[in-house]
């Protein structure tokens, strides 16, 4: 079973940038898909970004594209996710996911283990 623990969440101000890490405990991590999801109170968890367990494939959603980076380097069995040009929309609680598929999903329904989830708050 795969355990994963969120780390690098905080404040920052508009336009600033945080670095979110995943680490997973687990054998199973080199063939997993991964991805980063978030929610903001009172909304629905989305989809941010996915990444396949090699890491050659990438998908992100269309509001974080070009500011967000997905990556993982699987002999730390660490995921990635850094988040450029912040700002207040990106306010909410940030989840690292594994999923059996592996190239990733971007549905949340696909993915079997959750972390515990970091708070992001970006103020102007």
């Known amino acids: 079973q795969v355990q994963l623990v969120e780390s690098g969440g905080g404040w920052a101000q508009t336009g600033g940038s945080l670095r979110l890490s995943c680490v997973a405990a687990?054998?199973?991590?080199?063939?997993?898909?991964m991805g980063w999801f978030r929610q903001a109170p009172g909304k629905e968890r989305e989809f941010v970004a996915t990444?396949?367990?090699?890491?050659?494939?990438?998908r992100y959603a269309d509001f974080v594209k070009g500011r967000f980076t997905i990556s993982r380097d699987n002999t730390e069995n660490t995921l990635y996710l850094q988040m450029n040009g912040l700002n207040p929309e990106d306010t909410a609680v940030y989840y690292c996911?594994?999923?059996?598929?592996?190239?990733?999903?971007?549905?949340?329904?696909?993915?079997?283990?959750w972390g515990q989830g970091t708070q992001v708050t970006v103020s102007s």
């Open positions: 996911a594994s999923t059996m598929y592996g190239t990733g999903s971007t549905s949340s329904a696909d993915y079997n283990f």
């Open positions: 687990g054998r199973t991590f080199s063939g997993s898909g």
């Open positions: 990444i396949s367990w090699r890491g050659a494939m990438k």
